[in-house]
């Protein structure tokens, strides 16, 4: 059993946390997650360790004690490694999920390789449009981009709303793992509670993975979580059967007055705003950080985004595939032979992120509330490449990695699913995730 741990520290200590708290969690198990070049298993462990962390502050807090009164937890990395690629793990009533589309993966260019991501309908139809591709096939993409620098794939598709990232040979400018900033206001006191964040009212404004990661485990813990989505682009069923537990899901056209009124009724009553939205997608609607937290100025406010938030990436789109082959990730893992990249053994960057979120959540709500709190994949990303110490060894000698203990299955919207069970060590969903965008637009009692 690992009993400290140096990147347990470092993260703890982005979010603010005393260092003297971080021998309270503590490891165990062996992990699935320990091959290849960077440290992916001390990631891991690490960004689920100080969300249990946080968790056990806020309940302390609650429960009338001082934040350093945390009761010592442990942490399994076999629990930590199926939930890291929980969409592999998926079954939907038997089925497996579609996690990458025909048109998402690498390519060669004339001069490099070219990561396309094109999961989302409108992203595959700007990417056809962009290199005006015969057919929307591998092999007319193929073609397309093989004449072609990959920097000039990237912006051409860019241009037309498309996702393509060229693969950098270098890791990527340094980035702030978090950041933390008091907004001068208080939120509700909050009394003692069945689950750490019993009563807590989270809005959840985030898609894919890392935000709805982050507010499922705010679900976990017991926080009522309305997911709020514009009716397009839908999310696909497989996505949302992984990242839907421990939340309700609506939509909302903010566009619309009626909408916009219902919206403006949910942001009143709540806690905490969590979105994973682009810099500046959510200003145009008035509803950015700076603007909720000077109207709600005990809110709590976390913003996810892909590439960071300074820089000229700083407006793009992205996704875990693309962060990783833009930073210099997939250049790492990279066959020697015939130098195709590769990828980290999890989503790591967005699953990382997203436990991230969930404890600056946790540790802002502990702390009164009025927070302001940042993370990006670029972020997580920047720490993964420099900063995280190398693992320990693995479990004792005989142990092996296992996943069949971490898998559960539960009723939901879409049938019977195999889920992965959530690392965090305070109990499973009470229930599966309902289907995207059917749940009522309205919280419940407290």
Same mark, same amino acid.
């Given at each position: 059993?690992?009993?400290?741990?140096?990147?347990?520290?470092?993260?703890?200590?982005?979010?603010?946390?005393?260092?003297?708290?971080?021998?309270?969690?503590?490891?165990?198990?062996?992990?699935?997650? %320990?091959?290849?070049?960077?440290?992916?298993?001390?990631?891991?462990?690490?960004?689920?360790?100080?969300?249990?962390?946080?968790?056990?502050?806020?309940?302390?807090?609650?429960?009338?004690? !001082?934040?350093?009164?945390?009761?010592?937890?442990?942490?399994?990395?076999?629990? =930590?490694?199926?939930?890291?690629?929980?969409?592999?793990?998926?079954?939907?009533?038997?089925?497996?999920?579609?996690?990458?589309?025909?048109?998402?993966?690498?390519?060669?260019?004339?001069? %490099?390789?070219?990561?396309?991501?094109?999961?989302?309908?409108?992203?595959?139809?700007?990417?056809?449009? !962009?290199?005006?591709?015969?057919? !929307?096939? +591998?092999?007319?993409?193929?073609?397309?981009?093989?004449?072609?620098?990959?920097?000039?794939?990237?912006?051409?598709?860019?241009?037309?709303?498309?996702?393509?990232?060229?693969?950098?040979?270098?890791?990527?400018?340094?980035?702030?793992?978090?950041?933390?900033?008091?907004?001068?206001?208080? @939120?509700?006191?909050?009394?003692?509670?069945?689950?750490?964040?019993?009563?807590?009212?989270?809005?959840?404004?985030?898609?894919?993975?890392?935000?709805?990661?982050?507010? #499922?485990?705010?679900?976990?813990?017991?926080?009522?979580?309305?997911?709020?989505?514009?009716?397009?682009?839908?999310?696909?069923?497989?996505?949302?059967?992984?990242? %839907?537990?421990?939340?309700?899901?609506?939509?909302?056209?903010?566009?619309?007055?009626?909408?916009?009124?219902?919206?403006?009724?949910?942001?009143?009553?709540?806690?905490?705003?969590?979105?994973?939205?682009?810099?500046?997608?959510?200003?145009?609607? @008035?509803?950015?950080?700076?603007?909720?937290?000077?109207?709600?100025?005990?809110?709590?406010?976390?913003?996810?985004?892909?590439?960071?938030?300074?820089?000229?990436?700083?407006?793009?789109?992205?996704?875990?595939?693309?962060?990783?082959?833009?930073?210099?990730?997939?250049?790492?893992?990279?066959?020697?032979?015939?130098?195709?990249? @590769?990828?980290?053994?999890?989503?790591?960057?967005?699953?990382?992120?997203?436990?991230?979120?969930?404890?600056?959540?946790?540790?802002?709500?502990?702390?009164?509330?009025?927070?302001?709190? #940042?993370?990006?994949?670029?972020?997580? !990303?920047?720490?993964?490449?420099?900063?995280?110490?190398?693992?320990?060894?693995?479990?004792?000698? %005989?142990?092996?990695?296992?996943?069949?203990?971490?898998?559960?299955?539960?009723?939901?919207?879409?049938?019977?699913?195999?889920?992965?069970?959530?690392?965090?060590?305070?109990?499973?969903? =009470?229930?599966? +995730?309902?289907?995207?965008?059917?749940?009522?637009?309205?919280?419940?009692?407290?």
């Amino acid at each position: 059993m690992v009993i400290y741990d140096g990147g347990t520290a470092q993260a703890w200590g982005a979010l603010g946390g005393a260092a003297g708290q971080v021998g309270r969690v503590a490891y165990r198990g062996a992990s699935g997650l %320990g091959e290849g070049p960077l440290p992916v298993r001390e990631l891991a462990r690490a960004t689920v360790g100080v969300c249990a962390l946080a968790a056990a502050e806020l309940a302390a807090v609650r429960g009338g004690g !001082a934040a350093q009164d945390v009761e010592p937890l442990v942490v399994d990395e076999g629990a =930590v490694a199926t939930a890291f690629v929980s969409e592999r793990h998926l079954r939907v009533a038997g089925r497996e999920p579609v996690n990458f589309a025909p048109l998402s993966g690498f390519w060669r260019a004339a001069d %490099g390789w070219v990561r396309t991501h094109a999961n989302y309908p409108h992203h595959r139809e700007a990417l056809v449009r !962009a290199l005006g591709l015969p057919s !929307a096939t +591998p092999g007319a993409l193929r073609e397309a981009v093989a004449g072609r620098g990959a920097v000039e794939v990237q912006e051409l598709v860019y241009g037309e709303g498309g996702l393509a990232v060229a693969v950098a040979a270098e890791y990527g400018d340094p980035q702030p793992l978090a950041e933390v900033r008091a907004s001068g206001g208080a @939120g509700r006191e909050l009394g003692p509670g069945a689950l750490p964040a019993a009563g807590v009212r989270v809005l959840d404004l985030t898609r894919v993975i890392a935000g709805p990661v982050a507010t #499922r485990t705010l679900g976990l813990l017991g926080a009522d979580v309305l997911r709020i989505d514009p009716p397009l682009p839908a999310e696909p069923d497989d996505a949302n059967a992984d990242t %839907g537990f421990g939340k309700r899901s609506a939509l909302l056209d903010l566009a619309d007055a009626g909408d916009r009124a219902v919206f403006e009724g949910l942001l009143a009553e709540a806690d905490v705003v969590v979105t994973g939205y682009r810099p500046g997608a959510l200003e145009r609607y @008035g509803l950015g950080a700076q603007e909720l937290l000077e109207r709600r100025p005990g809110l709590v406010v976390a913003q996810l985004c892909a590439w960071g938030w300074q820089g000229p990436w700083a407006g793009r789109r992205g996704f875990d595939s693309l962060v990783q082959a833009g930073y210099g990730v997939a250049a790492a893992y990279a066959d020697g032979a015939g130098g195709v990249p @590769g990828v980290l053994p999890a989503q790591a960057l967005d699953h990382g992120t997203g436990y991230l979120a969930a404890a600056g959540v946790l540790r802002a709500l502990a702390a009164g509330g009025g927070r302001s709190l #940042r993370f990006s994949l670029a972020g997580t !990303a920047s720490w993964l490449v420099r900063d995280v110490p190398p693992a320990a060894p693995d479990g004792p000698a %005989g142990t092996a990695y296992a996943a069949e203990p971490w898998l559960r299955e539960t009723d939901s919207g879409y049938g019977v699913l195999r889920y992965a069970a959530p690392p965090v060590p305070f109990g499973d969903w =009470v229930r599966g +995730p309902s289907r995207w965008g059917t749940d009522r637009a309205e919280w419940l009692p407290r």
